[in-house]
């Protein structure tokens, strides 16, 4: 019984990312809105295997808030002061925004 729960969230998983979108480039635009805290960035390239949500080519920090949010923040801004190539990872919903992916994770590329 065991094996067969580990292999469910296995195949579970694997089919969240399956519809997780991603997008490389540099970071184009950060907004910040003052009226809700909302995060939200624009990167130059194009975004890939976006969820059906997400009909608007921005992502979401999920939760501006949290430790993760300011550091999701930070990392974004500091790429776009070096002008660094970044890589970000959706986690297949927009539960921040009804037509923006939230981000999962950003990945800072080396110049």
Request: hydrophobic share 40%.
């Amino acid at each position: 019984m065991k094996k067969l729960t580990f292999l469910s969230l296995i195949y579970f998983c694997a089919s969240i990312a399956a519809f997780a979108g991603s997008q490389s480039g540099q970071v184009k635009n950060v907004i910040i809105r003052a009226s809700d805290g909302l995060v939200y960035v624009e990167v130059t390239g194009t975004a890939e295997n976006k969820p059906g949500c997400a009909t608007h080519s921005y992502w979401m920090i999920k939760d501006e808030k949290s430790l993760t949010g300011r550091q999701q923040l930070a990392s974004l801004l500091l790429a776009q002061a070096n002008g660094q190539t970044v890589s970000i990872i959706g986690n297949g919903s927009c539960t921040r925004w009804s037509d923006g992916e939230d981000i999962d994770y950003i990945i800072i590329n080396s110049k």
